[in-house]
């Protein structure tokens, strides 16, 4: 199943975005409070490195499925806000990206 996804630049949107919405999730979830609350630096450093990639690569595929599919603005700029936001590529996803046209 993973294979099929990948063959499309939808489907690598929808693969990128999940990870980036996870890695987001553990962003904000775990690694902040274990620096701010534990004093624990190190996940923010590694997990945020991690999120930065996902999330640049998040909006390369987002403007390579804009130019695709002939999005407009109003849905280009719906799941870039849905980036930035916890549970928001989740939302995207469902949508948004299950229903391209």
Aim: charged share 15%; hydrophobic share 55%; proline share 5%.
């Amino acid at each position: 199943m993973l294979a099929n996804l990948l063959k499309t630049a939808l489907g690598r949107l929808r693969f990128v975005a999940f990870l980036e919405g996870t890695s987001l999730l553990i962003l904000m979830g775990i690694a902040m409070p274990l620096k701010y609350l534990a004093g624990y630096p190190e996940p923010v450093r590694m997990v945020g490195m991690a999120h930065g990639v996902l999330f640049i690569l998040y909006v390369i595929l987002l403007i390579q499925v804009v130019f695709e599919y002939n999005w407009g603005w109003k849905k280009f700029l719906l799941a870039l806000v849905a980036s930035v936001i916890p549970f928001g590529t989740f939302y995207a996803d469902q949508k948004i990206f299950r229903h391209p046209n």
